[in-house]
């Protein structure tokens, strides 16, 4: 069975960093692209950062740019979000999915499985 499990949110004050993990287990790491996306109450959910595992192709959603960074190890069948100069605006839940490679994009279309999620909650 495809499970992901994401992990590593928590209470920062703004400035501050966070790594999520997101351990992947039952497919093929290489044939498939993650994401992260994340849900705010109230509002709909957004691609944050995505990675083809393929080519190693990523994509970061304009209000993350420069701060937060993407990035896989293979042996681990891990994907990590690493997130620097966080602000309330960040805040929400954080889940991570998966794509097939030939479909990647950074929209949720096509992400087949997904992780349970993980909160990040940034004070100001």
């Known amino acids: 069975d495809v499970q992901l499990q994401a992990s590593g949110g928590g209470l920062v004050q703004a400035g501050g960093s966070l790594r999520l993990s997101c351990a992947a287990s039952g497919f093929t790491f290489s044939d498939y692209g993650i994401g992260w996306f994340r849900q705010a109450p109230g509002k709909e959910r957004e691609g944050v950062s995505c990675i083809a595992s393929s080519d190693g192709g990523t994509y970061y959603a304009d209000s993350v740019k420069g701060r937060f960074t993407i990035s896989t190890d293979n042996a681990k069948n891990t994907v990590y979000l690493q997130m620097n100069s966080l602000k309330p605006e960040d805040t929400a839940v954080y889940y991570c999915?998966?794509?097939?490679?030939?479909?990647?994009?950074?929209?949720?279309?096509?992400?087949?499985?997904w992780g349970q999620g993980t909160q990040v909650t940034v004070s100001s």
């Open positions: 999915g998966t794509v097939p490679s030939v479909l990647f994009n950074c929209y949720g279309l096509g992400y087949n499985h």
